[in-house]
């Protein structure tokens, strides 16, 4: 291997050729060789083609562990290749060696990364050790620790507050200090915060990654017509068009706020603007597709785009699966699934796929297949049933009946029983006439949420019909007593790409007066 007298160049072309270990090592030895083998500038290439390129940390610490005197940019490298494959301990423990060997001091860019590992590794108090350390190694007022100090306080709904504290103190914000704050605000479910703080944010730092901060908040907390909104805003506001262009993820949480509420004709429109503005269909704009047709009920459409993607894409299959099952068409969900394991390990399950298919048992009333389907996920692909595999598994047997089996699991479950638990319980037993279980199932929905009326309500609507008239006055007593609630029903309708949203007893609506006066026409000619 020759190499010029512009040695640094003549390595990064040779690194840019370099497809494999065993090239790699032969670069390193000749550096070895003459005489550049504890080079730190070389060995930090060396180290960062290893991990990036060939994915290969063993032999990239490897090289680190050759040197002498690794400086704070190879200790960097190493640190966030470990945390980028989630080794958060391997992370924490060479930042630890780096400090205490003292002869690379730390500096304000490997804060951000520990901090990812940090809260990862000791779970209580991990934020405020690693602020504590770095206030004490003075890097406590630089802007971009401070920007990642916030970000790591906000991912936890207590320590929200310490996060805006955080924001506040912060001089010199910038685009992804406002975009930290404002996920955080939407990752606890702090909406109203989350958009006071949007508006806030000066027109001339917003970018595409803070307005996708917003849409995604929006879609996530259940707010679809106000990410809708945001995405219109984004593109023109006040009848100029932006210079913020929305990107796949911008389209993918949109489309799931259309699939959400049925909205099939404006995401239509959004499917039009990705393709007039010629938008990369990867597999999140695909996946995003697959899921707004399907949940719509456009079915041929949903398939369309599923062929599209080669069915390669596990996300893109649990798509699939889930839009099937929740349209009733429980044979083509099962058919998709049967597709996935002739890819084998390439395609593997995981714990949403089982959760379409159980969905689709449920609809079909296949339960032999569902409890068929909830052996292979537990026993074969060793997934740990979640609280919405639970749900389906009590939704498939309520149907049909089988409540000895239902209270055996309840029973057997690894985490507490929440409302979706108890309320599907308490469908089941509609069903079947099961009036015992059924106010067995209220009681636990009433401890759960003690403030529902709704609840009190059903409760004292089963006690009326089994002529317990004591139990019905007691029921009635406590709603009068406490600030009991009752959810509101509530409807949308799609009307020229607008987005009409009702609830029960609301006259909030501006063309309210319109829609009573059509409801009497209608009452009179009934």
């Not at 000749?30 to 080079?39: F, K, N, P």
């Not at 404006?266 to 007039?276: A, D, Q, S």
């Not at 839009?323 to 597709?339: D, Q, R, Y």
């Amino acid at each position: 291997m020759l190499l010029g007298q512009n040695l640094y160049q003549d390595i990064l072309v040779i690194l840019d050729k370099c497809k494999s270990l065993a090239l790699l090592k032969q670069l390193q030895g000749h550096l070895i060789t003459t005489g550049h083998g504890q080079t730190q500038l070389y060995a930090f290439k060396l180290v960062r083609f290893c991990t990036i390129t060939l994915s290969n940390l063993h032999y990239a610490r490897l090289i680190f562990n050759y040197l002498n005197f690794p400086n704070v940019y190879l200790y960097t490298a190493m640190i966030t290749a470990y945390t980028s494959v989630q080794d958060h301990t391997s992370s924490l423990l060479l930042y630890r060696e780096m400090v205490r060997n003292g002869l690379s001091r730390p500096n304000h860019f490997v804060f951000p990364i520990i901090l990812k590992s940090f809260p990862e590794v000791i779970k209580f108090y991990g934020i405020e050790m690693a602020h504590t350390h770095i206030d004490k190694m003075g890097f406590g007022k630089y802007p971009v620790v401070q920007t990642a100090l916030l970000d790591a306080y906000s991912r936890s709904s207590s320590d929200i507050k310490v996060a805006r504290q955080l924001f506040d103190e912060i001089t010199d914000r910038n685009v992804v200090s406002w975009t930290a704050m404002i996920s955080g605000y939407t990752r606890v479910g702090q909406m109203g915060d989350a958009i006071l703080l949007f508006e806030e944010t000066p027109r001339c730092v917003r970018d595409t990654p803070s307005w996708n901060s917003i849409i995604a908040g929006c879609t996530q907390n259940g707010l679809f017509s106000e990410a809708i909104s945001f995405l219109r805003r984004m593109i023109v506001e006040n009848g100029i068009v932006q210079s913020n262009k929305p990107n796949d993820v911008t389209f993918a949480c949109v489309l799931a706020a259309c699939g959400h509420t049925g909205m099939l004709q404006l995401g239509k429109c959004i499917h039009g603007y990705v393709y007039r503005n010629s938008v990369h269909l990867n597999s999140l704009t695909l996946n995003a597709l697959i899921d707004m047709y399907g949940k719509c009920g456009s079915l041929k459409e949903a398939r369309y785009f599923f062929d599209k993607a080669n069915r390669g894409s596990l996300t893109c299959c649990n798509s699939m699966i889930n839009c099937l099952a929740l349209e009733g068409h429980w044979e083509g969900a099962i058919g998709v699934f049967k597709e996935m394991l002739q890819h084998g390990d390439d395609l593997k399950p995981d714990s949403v796929t089982f959760i379409g298919l159980l969905n689709a048992c449920t609809h079909g009333g296949l339960v032999q297949e569902g409890l068929s389907y909830y052996d292979l996920m537990t026993r074969v692909y060793g997934i740990t049933p979640e609280i919405e595999h639970y749900g389906c598994l009590v939704d498939l047997l309520g149907r049909a009946g089988r409540f000895e089996e239902i209270m055996e699991i309840v029973r057997k479950m690894h985490i507490a029983p929440d409302a979706v638990i108890w309320g599907t319980l308490l469908n089941g037993c509609k069903i079947h006439g099961r009036i015992d279980l059924a106010e067995y199932a209220l009681k636990n929905l009433i401890r759960i949420d003690p403030n529902n009326g709704s609840y009190y309500s059903m409760l004292a609507n089963l006690y009326g019909e089994l002529g317990k008239w004591e139990e019905v006055r007691k029921i009635r007593k406590i709603l009068n007593q406490q600030n009991a609630y009752k959810a509101r029903g509530c409807s949308w309708i799609e009307l020229d790409s607008q987005v009409h949203q009702f609830y029960s007893v609301d006259k909030s609506h501006p063309r309210v007066e319109e829609i009573y006066s059509i409801l009497e026409c209608l009452v009179d000619a009934h």
